[in-house]
Every structure is written in C-alpha cells, then in structure tokens.
C-alpha cells in the first residue's frame, strides 16, 4: 500500500518548457488535489477533483491544467513553465466527508 | 473565498514548556479545521482536526480548541519535546459532498524546542 506517489521528486525546467508531474494514488480515494508551497506561505490549491472525469480549479489554477480519466491518477501539466511556477508541489487526496487529506511527498520544482 | 490568518510566524519555546499557535478564518460557513505539521523536507501530516460542531478536542500532549463566535482556533502543545520541532499549518474548511473539502491554509508556525 504505497498512498499517494508523486514523481518526480526534483526538477529543473527552462522558461517556457512544459512537463508533467505526476500523482498516483492506491487508497480508492475519489478526491484528489494539486497545492503549491511557496516559502514562508501556505499551500495554496491550484486544482482539484471529485471523480474521474471531473476537474475544478483551485484558488490559483493560472499556468496549469490537470485531467483526471481514473480514480488512481491526477496529472498536473505545465505548459510554458515561468520563474514564478518555481515551488514545491504537493498532491493530496481524501475521502471526503469530513476527513484531513493524506499527502504525497511532493515535488521540487525549479524554473530558471 | 475563505482567509486564515496564522500567528506567530516562529515559536521558541524550552523543552517541557507549552506552546501555543493561534489561527482566525473569515468564512462563518466553514466547519472543519485540521492541523497539519511538516517536518523539514517532509510532507504534512494530520495531527489533530476538530469539527465545528465541537469545542475542544485531546489527542495525548495536543489539544486543538475552536471559539465559532469569535472565528478562531489554536493548537496547544504541552511538555514539548524536540521532536515536537516543526513547521505546524492550521487550515479551515467547508464540508461539501460535490466539491470535497478544499482546505484554506495558513501561512505556518515555525515551531522550536529548545533542549
């Protein structure tokens, strides 16, 4: 039972490159959620989803997309990274109904 | 959307001293607050949640209290202990069946025990 799986650990993107971070879950969890973590603040939902085939965005979706076509994983797509998308990213999911999420163990990304 | 404040920012404390981290939220509607602590380089990890139908809630030497009025909940931490070092999150939450629980988290406390 390995949770929740984000790959890969570290990354270094140049201005305008795209990549995919990836989030894999074994829980059976139907709700699931990309934060960003940027130094000194707290994580900030970028965005999230209820099912498969059901996304919605966050508080702070700009730059990014995500799909959601099985219960088990939740990609996050940068399309033309900039020096601002430089955080740590964190997939979480739940239950819902009331219960804290469980997270992966996130995402180092670097944009220069 | 909903705003939680954070307070303090870092926390010194000598070891078997309590510590105490305090956080207020906007959002009368919200109804869950979990409390998340991250170790350095690790991912957060749920240490205590309460409910807002609930006024205080024990988990061993952690107690999280919550005042509805006034929109403010604090993590207590007695008999500290260096392992108890860490950044601690507070978050609030509106409970919803078709949009999950997103979570509004503060900015974090930078907790240190000092043997």
């Known amino acids: 039972n390995a949770g929740v799986t984000q790959t890969p650990k570290f990354r270094i993107l140049k201005i305008g490159q795209s990549m995919t971070l990836q989030c894999a879950q074994d829980?059976?969890?139907?709700?699931m959620y990309w934060y960003r973590q940027d130094p000194g603040m707290g994580l900030k939902l970028i965005y999230y989803s209820v099912g498969a085939g059901i996304t919605d965005k966050g508080e702070v979706p700009n730059g990014y997309n995500v799909s959601r076509s099985t219960t088990e994983d939740f990609p996050l797509r940068l399309e033309l990274a900039a020096p601002s998308q430089t955080s740590v990213y964190f997939c979480?999911?739940?239950?819902?109904?009331?219960?804290?999420?469980?997270f992966g163990s996130g995402t180092r990304l670097t944009v220069v | 959307g909903e705003n939680v404040e954070q307070h303090p920012s870092t926390l010194s404390v000598q070891e078997g001293d309590s510590a105490v981290i305090k956080c207020t939220y906007s959002d009368s509607a919200s109804n869950y607050f979990p409390w998340y602590k991250q170790e350095l380089g690790k991912r957060p990890q749920l240490i205590i949640d309460?409910?807002?139908?609930?006024g205080e809630k024990k988990d061993q030497r952690i107690a999280v209290t919550l005042n509805k009025t006034a929109k403010h909940f604090s993590l207590h931490i007695t008999e500290t202990q260096p392992e108890d070092s860490a950044v601690y999150f507070c978050?609030?939450?509106?409970?919803?069946?078709?949009?999950?629980?997103?979570?509004?988290f503060g900015t974090g406390t930078s907790l240190t025990v000092i043997p």
């Open positions: 978050a609030a939450s509106i409970l919803k069946v078709y949009t999950g629980n997103q979570f509004y």
């Open positions: 309460i409910r807002s139908n609930v």
């Open positions: 979480a999911t739940s239950t819902g109904g009331g219960y804290g999420y469980t």
């Open positions: 829980m059976n969890h139907n709700y």
